[in-house]
């Protein structure tokens, strides 16, 4: 039932340097960007504000929506990653922006090895978007962070969709990303790209919006906060890659006693389908 593409779990199988990308995208990060990111939060876990609960970001990347949290008031802010150039990245977020935050922990740990995390206790809010396709054991990955959720919390997850073989070419072109020289790999990503960028310029001309193809750059921010750019390479590059349909994320929850509150996904195509699971109060 549940598909895999790509576990990766061989050693010496190449690795997207994902901490390296989140450095990089620091440089975009300004209060224009925060707001777009806490606005996310906002409106897909359905509150005004986080005060009072507790939020764990695992694979928290460059850290953006951990300080989206603390700036929504959450009392207790804990930032987990397996990749330290991520926890560089989420650390120098916080000394610029949020460098009194008592409340907010960054540390280096590994999804799935619940050892490495489970001094924290669990949590109001758990959030992973984009994060546990990447493990190289997406379902394993899954269940430890599922057992994170306080009783009464909320589970914000966000899985790569499964498109059947057009997920396995990906998979050819992730593994040729990261076998080419670094110089090389920013004018991968834009190859491998063009053709569906192009495509969408002409819809967009052809639609009577011109300037439509321009803006999905220039206001991509409006997007969580994040960088069209900086994500293209996450989405050529990221390594390890699995996928899983919708339903098989939602049976996978709904088994450990979650209740699905709310759910976008992609329309089959390319990219995250987003979820929020809640954990009712006594269903451990």
């Keep these: 039932m549940h598909a895999?593409?790509?576990?990766?779990?061989?050693?010496?199988?190449?690795r997207f340097d994902f901490g390296a990308n989140w450095q990089r995208f620091l440089s975009t990060v300004d209060h224009g960007r925060i707001a777009e990111?806490?606005?996310?939060l906002r409106a897909f876990l359905g509150v005004d504000d986080l005060?009072?609960?507790?939020?764990?970001d695992i694979g928290c990347g460059s850290g953006l929506f951990?300080?989206?949290?603390?700036?929504?008031?959450?009392a207790r802010v804990v930032s987990l990653d397996y990749d330290e150039g991520s926890i560089v990245a989420t650390a120098d977020l916080r000394q610029r922006f949020a460098p009194h935050a008592a409340d907010w922990v960054v540390e280096r740990g590994d999804v799935l090895d619940p050892a490495s995390f489970d001094r924290f206790g669990r949590f109001d809010?758990?959030?992973s978007w984009g994060v546990l396709h990447h493990t190289g054991d997406l379902w394993r990955a899954l269940g430890n962070v599922v057992e994170l959720v306080a009783d009464g919390g909320q589970l914000f997850v966000a899985v790569y969709n499964d498109q059947g073989i057009t997920s396995r070419i990906w998979r050819v072109v992730k593994r040729t990303y990261n076998a080419l020289p670094i110089a090389l790999r920013p004018m991968f990503v834009a190859t491998v790209m063009s053709p569906r960028e192009l495509r969408s310029a002409v819809a967009e001309t052809l639609a009577g919006r011109p300037l439509?193809?321009?803006q999905s750059w220039t206001e991509y921010r409006r997007n969580r906060g994040m960088s069209r750019w900086h994500d293209l390479v996450d989405w050529v590059g990221g390594l390890p890659f699995e996928v899983a349909k919708p339903e098989d994320v939602f049976d996978f929850c709904r088994l450990r006693g979650f209740e699905l509150?709310?759910?976008?996904?992609?329309a089959g195509g390319l990219g995250c389908n987003q979820f929020v699971f809640g954990r009712p109060s006594g269903a451990r």
């Excluded at 005060?51 to 764990?56: C, E």
């Excluded at 509150?261 to 992609?266: D, V």
Aim: hydrophobic share 35%; aromatic share 8%; with cysteine.
């Design 4 to 14: 895999r593409v790509d576990a990766d779990t061989d050693p010496s199988s190449p």
């Design 37 to 40: 990111a806490e606005n996310s």
């Design 51 to 56: 005060r009072g609960r507790s939020f764990a």
């Design 66 to 74: 951990s300080l989206a949290a603390h700036r929504l008031g959450a």
């Design 125 to 127: 809010i758990v959030y």
């Design 212 to 214: 439509g193809y321009v």
């Design 261 to 266: 509150q709310r759910l976008a996904t992609c």
